[in-house]
């Protein structure tokens, strides 16, 4: 730590702000301050209170299982189709959009997924 102390005098500390606190004091004579540290309890989580799902997460909730299922079967049919080796001999378009489409599902299944999870975990 560098310390300018008056006079145009620059004087380097090993250490942070408080050890240059200490060194300093000890310099001029002046007793060292007790360093104050914050004292906190034992750490432990907060019980998290159970929370009554609003109606329409409730509804959201209950439709969640059925898009899963429609997405989980719309992902695949697009493997399945492009499991065919003959897929491949169709237009280079088709192929990525097939492609894009995949990627899309895995993203938004992963979505409905967490948003179930954190419904459910709010339900309790």
Do not use: C, H
């Not at 697009?78 to 897929?87: C, G």
């Amino acid at each position: 730590t560098l310390a300018l102390e008056g006079e145009g005098s620059v004087n380097e500390y090993v250490g942070g702000y408080d050890d240059w606190l200490r060194q300093s004091r000890r310099k001029t004579g002046a007793p060292a301050a007790p360093i104050k540290t914050e004292e906190k309890g034992p750490l432990r989580p907060q019980a998290a209170k159970p929370r009554k799902l609003s109606f329409k997460e409730q509804k959201e909730l209950e439709a969640l299982p059925k898009l899963i299922e429609e997405l989980e079967s719309e992902q695949g049919r697009i493997i399945q189709t492009m499991a065919d080796p003959d897929f491949y001999r169709e237009s280079g378009v088709k192929v990525s959009e097939y492609t894009t489409r995949l990627e899309a599902l895995k993203k938004e299944l992963a979505g409905v997924y967490a948003r179930w999870e954190k419904l459910e975990t709010g339900k309790e």
